[in-house]
């Protein structure tokens, strides 16, 4: 057993993101975050989605599913139910996580399901070179919308609280020190964990830079803000002319979900496998 | 009274709305039948709906083994009119009817069309009476039947018992007040028809095929199913979510069918045994995870209940018409197996084997059924009550090496395009299950050649796979005018069929993927004169079978209005 260090988790395959991308910041805060809560390595497991996110697969070496767009959610819950002494993370962008498998996220967090879900929030399509995503502002020409979009921009913490996630927070980019805590506390937190990180994409985002971030977000540590009272957490959600950062919610009093199952109570199900299986009570209802 | 009991079999329906328990009685006679040392099978219908609609439930059964349902009936329990204008034709000379009075009148013009003998009696009245409600009119028609077939009282009374006991003593007390009244008041109209007494060293088990599938799925050392509801599949995770009391297993019913067969994948990459069930939509929506099990050699079980489409087609009525979808879904190309078991023992022996064949081979195995075996009882010698369970395709601890050298895909260390896999929590065992084209440690590529190398691995588990596939199947005389071919729960009307007549046999595939060639062709070539027989309106089966063998049919009978074959048809066509 040896713990995740710098040089461990790094694999061969050098990063093949756009300079100046959000990723680099992302993937820097995760690695510290892991190296400073000292994971073994076999004791964690990364899904990843589809896109531009997703392409860290490659550059991490860990116990990796690079997943379909959309689903890495249902194949971290199908891990984590099997095993949950692990630690399983979940890497998409906000089209694969709001979008495509929008569905999964809600079920997930409904269902608090010990995993943390860590979206690459960068407002655009940058995998299949600049459409609009979820959580694009309305009103943006992109190559799908060359007249502008017309949908509202979702909001995925408002959405995230209203679906009974016990733990919320977003982040950004280009703050690494705060990025590096909310990772740890995300996956530190036991129970479903949304962590959303804002990230500029200099190739196909022109409107969300870092400077536009720069002038906006703001550190709700430093405001004496409460995470544990909801109804603040979800008006702090709205806050569109200053973009707040840091753990929005937080309810420590909820179990999760492998921990309502009896069956998992001693071991995990990987733990209970067994050579033979006795068939004597199932059958009794058939003779 | 002894010479009818030399009949071969005897069939008995009842009829009447959902919500009246039709079907719980029509399982108790099928069970009861089973303890008198009978081969029993029990067919239901019913319209995708709650409460009215028609529905019914037929079991017949019989000394020799039987395997399918009997369109003429020796007895006709009718809840209401409308098993008069539904079930005309399968009302013979010799048919008893018990008509419940208390729905009505009988219409004059109904009565005198009948050909069997009309019995009246007031079932509701006598529940009402009894049981203080209508809900127990099943069991005065339970009563009616164990009188009217001679069946043993007591063994009757302890079914019902059986029935009723988890809600209490008040519940069970009641119904057998009704199972009395109805019990008595056919022998103060009616003799017997037959007389049975109880098999004490009865070993069988009468189960359905969703069960079937569920037990051998337990068998096999399942430990994780997700599916979300769709009928004729949602019954196989009904059994199994109870089956979390017995067994290290968790059932998931998850937001849609594309979490369940990605739950599924998700707990096959953490090294349990698992699967999914579903139909023909549901399945619609797993395509992409499928392909992504093919891709990343994620072993998953995949229960494929067919029912006839296009899209929500006839939800609660049979069909074999999306083999050909099973066999191509899923973009790219990768190995699959395919099992198509017949009878309900096969469901539970080939469900079982599906999870060593899908482990070993880490390739996606579909059970694929359909409305007709998934939820009707049959009966078969009850299996053994241990099943060994293997450990397949992974790497040993020792051979995780510390230099961190494993590679999960390997290209060169594999028996039939089999690579040994670890899982997470296994030191260094780390690698990628990916989704992109992939090399040996799981790192995407879009190298052509290693592309070609892994897509010629997983290829190669074809011969490996067709070693240990069920395979086709000749029932029957050999030597016979007409061979019949099916695939799925087709075999069970054509057991029937050979059974009666030897101017046809039958060859059997329990499985349509990868095509047993040789052995099919090797059976096909003695045939007289092939006929194919298969629930779908484009011949599916047997233009898979010109595909692969270059066999063409001398003629075929294909149905497709979501009824199932029925044996007596099938004699009349050999007859002319």
Same mark, same amino acid.
């Given at each position: ?17 756009? +300079? ?16 400073? &809560? ?66 999964? &996220? ?93 990230? +500029? ?42 973009? +707040? ?18 069956? &998992? ?23 | ?19 009246? %328990? ?9 069970? /009861? ?39 003429? /009936? ?49 079932? =509701? ?80 088990? *009468? ?58 994948? %998700? ?24 392909? *992504? ?98 450990? /397949? ?36 065992? *780390? ?18 050649? *290693? ?12 011969? %490996? ?26 075999? =069970? ?84």
């Amino acid at each position: 057993m040896s713990n995740i260090t710098l040089q461990s988790i790094q694999s061969p395959i050098a990063s093949t993101w756009c +300079p100046g991308c959000g990723n680099f910041g992302i993937i820097g805060a995760m690695k510290q975050a892991f190296v400073q &809560l000292g994971i073994p390595e076999e004791d964690l497991v990364i899904i990843y989605g589809v896109g531009c996110s997703g392409n860290m697969a490659d550059f991490n070496r860990v116990y990796g599913f690079h997943s379909l767009h959309g689903r890495a959610i249902p194949n971290a819950i199908g891990v984590k139910l099997a095993n949950h002494k692990l630690k399983v993370i979940v890497i998409a962008g906000e089209g694969d996580t709001y979008g495509e498998g929008l569905n999964h &996220l809600l079920a997930a967090a409904r269902g608090n399901h010990d995993i943390t879900v860590l979206v690459h929030n960068n407002q655009t399509y940058s995998l299949t070179t600049g459409q609009s995503s979820p959580t694009t502002m309305k009103g943006t020409n992109t190559k799908s919308t060359p007249d502008g979009l017309v949908e509202e921009p979702l909001n995925p913490l408002t959405m995230a609280i209203s679906a009974h996630a016990g733990f919320v927070a977003r982040g950004y980019a280009g703050n690494m020190a705060q990025l590096i805590n909310l990772v740890k506390e995300a996956i530190q937190h036991d129970g479903f964990s949304l962590l959303d990180v804002l990230q +500029p994409c200099p190739t196909f985002n022109k409107i969300n830079t870092y400077q536009w971030f720069q002038q906006r977000v703001y550190d709700l540590d430093k405001k004496n803000y409460q995470p544990s009272d909801k109804k603040l957490a979800w008006e702090t959600a709205q806050e569109e002319e200053k973009i +707040p950062t840091g753990v929005f919610y937080k309810d420590i009093s909820k179990v999760s979900y492998h921990k309502h199952l009896s069956q &998992l109570d001693k071991k995990t199900l990987l733990e209970q496998r067994s050579g033979e299986v006795s068939l004597k009570k199932p059958l009794k209802a058939f003779v | 009274m002894s010479d009818m009991t030399e009949a071969k079999n005897w069939n008995w329906k009842i009829a009447g709305q959902a919500g009246e %328990g039709v079907m719980v009685a029509s399982k108790m006679v099928a069970k /009861l039948a089973k303890r008198h040392g009978l081969s029993a099978f029990n067919y239901l219908e019913y319209p995708s709906l709650i409460k009215g609609g028609h529905q019914t439930g037929q079991v017949c059964f019989s000394k020799e083994p039987i395997f399918s349902q009997i369109r003429s /009936l020796d007895i006709l329990i009718a809840f209401g009119q409308a098993s008069f204008t539904e079930h005309a034709e399968e009302i013979t000379e010799k048919t008893l009817v018990i008509y419940n009075s208390n729905a009505g009148e009988l219409n004059e013009d109904l009565v005198k069309q009948c050909k069997g003998k009309i019995i009246n009696l007031p079932l =509701n009245e006598f529940a009402r009476k009894t049981a203080k409600t209508k809900l127990a009119t099943n069991m005065v028609a339970f009563g009616i039947t164990v009188a009217a077939f001679g069946f043993d009282q007591q063994a009757a009374l302890s079914m019902v018992e059986e029935e009723f006991s988890s809600k209490g003593e008040e519940i069970v007390k009641k119904n057998h007040l009704a199972f009395t009244a109805g019990f008595e008041a056919f022998l103060e109209q009616e003799s017997p028809i037959s007389s049975f007494s109880v098999d004490s060293k009865d070993n069988q088990v *009468l189960m359905t095929g969703n069960e079937a599938v569920g037990l051998g799925a337990v068998a096999g050392g399942l430990q994780y199913y997700s599916a979300y509801p769709m009928t004729p599949a949602s019954a196989a995770m009904h059994f199994l979510a109870d089956q979390q009391k017995n067994y290290p297993l968790v059932v998931k019913h998850v937001e849609d069918e594309i979490a369940a067969i990605n739950q599924a994948l %998700g707990a096959s990459y953490a090294g349990v045994r698992s699967m999914t069930g579903t139909a023909g939509g549901g399945f619609a929506l797993m395509v992409e995870g499928l392909s *992504l099990s093919g891709v990343t050699e994620l072993p998953v079980v995949i229960l494929y209940g067919q029912r006839p489409g296009p899209a929500t087609g006839l939800p609660t009525w049979t069909s074999q018409a999306d083999l050909q979808f099973v066999l191509r879904a899923g973009h790219g190309e990768f190995q699959r197996i395919v099992l198509s078991p017949g009878t309900i023992e096969e469901h539970y022996l080939f469900t079982k084997q599906a999870f060593d064949l899908a482990e070993k081979y880490q390739v996606p195995v579909f059970i694929i059924s359909d409305k007709y075996a998934l939820e009707s009882h049959q009966t078969f010698t009850k299996p053994e009550e241990t099943a060994e369970v293997g450990k /397949l395709s992974f790497v040993e601890e020792k051979d995780l090496k510390s230099d961190n050298s494993f590679r999960r895909y390997s290209l060169t260390n594999t028996k039939d395009g089999v690579s040994l896999r670890s899982v997470p929590g296994q030191e260094h065992g *780390l690698y990628i299950s990916n989704s992109y084209e992939h090399d040996a440690f799981g790192y995407a590529t879009e190298d052509a050649t *290693l592309t070609i190398k892994q897509t010629d691995k997983r290829a190669s588990k074809y011969n %490996g796979i067709l070693e240990e596939i069920p395979k086709p199947i000749l029932l029957g005389k050999k030597d016979a005018d007409v061979t019949f071919i099916c695939w799925g729960s087709t075999v =069970n009307v054509l057991k029937d069929v050979v059974s009666q007549t030897d101017k046809a046999n039958v060859i059997h595939l329990p499985c349509v993927w990868p095509f047993p060639v040789k052995e099919f062709t090797e059976l096909a070539k003695k045939a007289k004169s092939l006929v194919m027989v298969e629930g779908n309106a484009t011949g599916q089966a047997e233009q898979l079978i010109r595909q692969e063998t270059g066999i063409t049919m001398n003629d075929n009978l294909r149905r497709y209005d979501g009824r199932p074959f029925y044996a007596e048809d099938i004699i009349d066509w050999l007859e002319q």
